[in-house]
């Protein structure tokens, strides 16, 4: 499970298979008495911010550009109080780091005919402390995906992502599925192993459960030689959702628990390849005791845009 996903914000594309398209997606998270392993130390919790933006442009009636911009903020404690004589200049004075990253979507939306259709995105990202900012702080990764439209209902999606990290190279296969009731009341959205959703609708509020697999790393900049942070994360939650302005808004709180992984290493301590869940030559030396998971609590409000024609189509089926 050590690299399970870079994923968290591929899933927009990953789901256009709907009849929608999500323009703005914020959210804010908190996570409750994690731990670390090893001696006994104080409870501390992480706090994530999230905002992503995309804007696609039609070309033509069979092209479409995708642009948009993705920004996370994590406030972690990479060490424990006490460890104090590890801390570097990059953290603060309490043993927390702010790791940001912020990546630029650029790409190309195609539809060939009534059965196929394709995504392909470039995503150049700049992840770290944002102290010091150099070269060793940018990243650059992708991909693409291949829809085939099974039934009115039920579409699936193949695809494949790659990225280079601080901790090396990295690649996973997309596997997935997107359907929606004829009523439109029950929806799935599968995007393995990426991200999953299952969701029921009645009225004006929607009760699922989702999935989030998320991998990432972050440049730390200190006076001392630099390190990163490796981060695995995997989510599981529960949530309500109040659907505001004809279903334009959304307005979602989560409960659920999260692995809450960072791992600290030295810059250019790296693995030789990561495929999906398997790491290939890990020998490297962890700086930290790992973190352990804890239960979590999320907001996020999503401004949707329904796709003129399938909107209609559900509203009638309703």
Same mark, same amino acid.
């Given at each position: 499970?050590?690299?399970?996903?870079?994923?968290?914000?591929?899933?927009?594309?990953?789901?256009?298979?709907?009849?929608?398209?999500?323009?703005?997606?914020?959210?804010?998270?908190?996570?409750? $008495?994690?731990?670390?392993?090893?001696? /006994?130390?104080?409870?501390?919790?992480?706090?994530?911010?999230?905002?992503?933006?995309?804007?696609?442009?039609?070309?033509?009636?069979?092209?479409?550009?995708?642009?948009?911009?993705?920004?996370?903020? $994590?406030?972690?404690?990479?060490?424990?109080?006490?460890?104090?004589?590890?801390?570097?200049?990059?953290?603060?004075?309490?043993?927390?780091?702010?790791?940001?990253?912020?990546?630029?979507?650029?790409?190309?939306? #195609?539809?060939?005919?009534?059965?196929?259709?394709?995504?392909?995105?470039?995503?150049?990202?700049?992840?770290?402390?944002?102290?010091?900012?150099?070269?060793?702080?940018?990243?650059?990764?992708?991909?693409?995906?291949?829809?085939?439209?099974?039934?009115?209902?039920?579409?699936?999606?193949?695809?494949?992502?790659?990225?280079?990290?601080?901790?090396?190279?990295?690649?996973?296969?997309?596997?997935?599925?997107?359907?929606? #009731?004829?009523?439109?009341?029950?929806?799935?959205?599968?995007?393995?192993?990426?991200?999953?959703?299952?969701?029921?609708?009645?009225?004006?509020? %929607?009760?699922?459960?989702?999935?989030?697999?998320?991998? /990432?790393?972050?440049?730390?900049?200190?006076?001392?030689?630099?390190?990163?942070?490796?981060?695995? %994360?995997?989510?599981?939650?529960?949530?309500?959702?109040?659907?505001?302005?004809?279903?334009?808004?959304?307005? /979602?709180?989560?409960?659920?628990?999260?692995?809450?992984?960072?791992?600290?290493?030295?810059?250019?301590?790296?693995?030789?390849?990561?495929?999906?869940?398997? #790491?290939?030559?890990?020998?490297?030396?962890?700086?930290?005791? %790992?973190?352990?998971?804890?239960?979590?609590v999320k907001f996020e409000a999503i401004?949707?845009?329904?796709?003129?024609?399938?909107?209609?189509?559900?509203?009638? $089926?309703?």
């Amino acid at each position: 499970m050590k690299h399970f996903l870079i994923a968290l914000l591929l899933v927009p594309f990953f789901g256009s298979a709907q009849s929608y398209v999500d323009l703005l997606k914020l959210g804010y998270g908190r996570t409750f $008495n994690n731990e670390f392993e090893g001696p /006994r130390s104080p409870d501390t919790f992480i706090t994530t911010l999230e905002a992503d933006f995309t804007v696609p442009v039609v070309l033509n009636e069979k092209h479409a550009l995708i642009t948009g911009l993705s920004f996370n903020r $994590n406030h972690v404690q990479l060490f424990p109080d006490n460890d104090i004589e590890l801390f570097r200049p990059g953290y603060d004075a309490d043993g927390f780091a702010t790791l940001i990253s912020t990546t630029l979507k650029l790409g190309v939306a #195609s539809t060939f005919d009534s059965t196929w259709s394709s995504t392909i995105v470039l995503l150049p990202k700049l992840a770290s402390d944002y102290k010091n900012i150099s070269g060793d702080d940018f990243y650059f990764g992708g991909f693409a995906v291949l829809k085939m439209q099974k039934t009115e209902q039920l579409k699936y999606r193949f695809g494949i992502y790659a990225s280079g990290e601080a901790f090396g190279f990295f690649t996973t296969p997309i596997i997935g599925w997107y359907y929606l #009731s004829p009523n439109g009341q029950f929806e799935m959205d599968m995007s393995l192993p990426v991200a999953a959703d299952i969701n029921y609708t009645s009225g004006a509020f %929607t009760y699922g459960l989702d999935y989030y697999g998320i991998g /990432r790393s972050f440049n730390i900049n200190s006076d001392d030689g630099n390190t990163y942070v490796d981060l695995s %994360t995997l989510d599981f939650a529960a949530y309500f959702q109040y659907n505001a302005f004809e279903k334009s808004v959304l307005l /979602r709180a989560k409960i659920g628990y999260s692995t809450n992984d960072y791992e600290v290493y030295l810059q250019g301590d790296k693995i030789d390849l990561g495929v999906s869940a398997f #790491s290939f030559g890990d020998n490297r030396e962890q700086l930290n005791p %790992t973190i352990k998971g804890s239960p979590f609590v999320k907001f996020e409000a999503i401004y949707r845009f329904d796709i003129p024609g399938n909107s209609e189509k559900k509203e009638n $089926n309703e």
